[in-house]
């Protein structure tokens, strides 16, 4: 769901709303893509005053309240929920961004296995570890809008915030990866028997995966109205079983939201 609720923010003359940037639990590669737009992002500081965004100046709040907070990451600790819930409070607009934030990104593959083994294994202090399940943003606090992708598309950022400057609306048109995927002319790899996603999910990203014949695993999420159940049973027919499915659509955070798949009777894997 990309556009939860019509937002918009009347901008004053006088006075530039105020955008925070801020990251829960991530590899931070969302918030660096914002970066990475350069001068582009730079030319933002005429229309907004950026408030918080810990990679340009770390510096405790002194801002109670932001018109726009965009929040990377997921809450994978207790303080986290508290962050963000928090956060929510004092924005009147909060944008997701990202797959973390948006699905649980790979945080929450330990929703789907035994999640205190996997802390066990990965920690050597794990007995007093706060590890709750890895819930999407949407389960903890109400989103105004979601920007996807792992990491996010600097652009559709820059979009986002103008459409919001400008009180116009916001939204992703609800097209597959395919669409792109064909439209620069890369090879199918789903034709060749690789399990790619791309069917099914949204659009945006300018297939960049493809482009190195890498099948999409579906960073961005479905988009509305994808026949999942429908992909996956073609899927099936070519081979690949439910686990292999079933973990690929672990990897960012699909596999809740559709159908689930039968493990293997022939297999023991986990999941
Ligand atoms: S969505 Fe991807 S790039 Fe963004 S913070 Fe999560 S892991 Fe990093
Ligand atoms: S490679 Fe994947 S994204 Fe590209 S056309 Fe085939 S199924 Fe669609
Ligand atoms: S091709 Fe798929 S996995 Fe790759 S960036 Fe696009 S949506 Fe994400």
Redesign the pocket.
């Known amino acids: 769901m990309l556009r939860n609720k019509q937002s918009s923010l009347s901008q004053s003359r006088t006075k530039r709303p105020k955008v925070g940037i801020v ?1 829960l639990t ?6 660096f ?1 914002l970066l990475d737009l350069g001068n582009r992002f730079f030319s933002l500081l005429k229309y907004v005053e950026i408030v918080e965004f810990r990679l340009m100046e770390e510096r405790v709040f002194t801002t109670p309240k932001m018109d726009i907070c965009f929040v ?3 809450a994978v600790t207790q303080a986290n929920e508290k962050k963000v819930k928090e956060i929510r409070k004092r924005s009147k607009i909060l944008v997701v ?5 948006a699905l649980g ?2 945080h929450q593959i330990k929703n789907h296995h035994d999640k205190d083994k996997l802390a066990q294994e990965t920690y050597f202090h794990s007995q007093a570890m706060d590890n709750p399940e890895i819930k999407r943003m949407s389960e903890l606090v109400k989103v105004d809008y979601t920007i996807p ?4 598309n600097s652009l559709e950022f820059l979009r986002l915030l103008y459409s919001l400057l400008k009180g116009a609306d916001f939204y992703i048109p609800p097209k597959p990866v395919c669409f792109e995927c064909q439209a620069r002319g890369y090879k199918c790899v789903l034709m060749e028997g690789q399990p790619c996603l791309g069917p099914v999910i949204l659009g945006g990203c300018e297939a960049v995966c493809l482009k190195s014949a890498m099948p999409c695993q579906g ?1 961005r999420g479905y988009f509305a109205g994808a026949q999942a159940d429908n992909h996956f049973k073609h899927l099936r027919a070519l081979g690949h079983s439910a686990d292999e499915i079933n973990h690929l659509l672990e990897i960012y955070g699909l596999r809740d939201s559709t159908l689930i798949l039968k493990k293997d009777p022939s297999r023991n894997g986990s999941g």
């Open positions: 990251g991530s590899c931070e590669g969302c918030q893509s990377e990451g997921s961004l990202g797959n973390c934030a990104g790979i992708g792992c990491p996010v960073c």
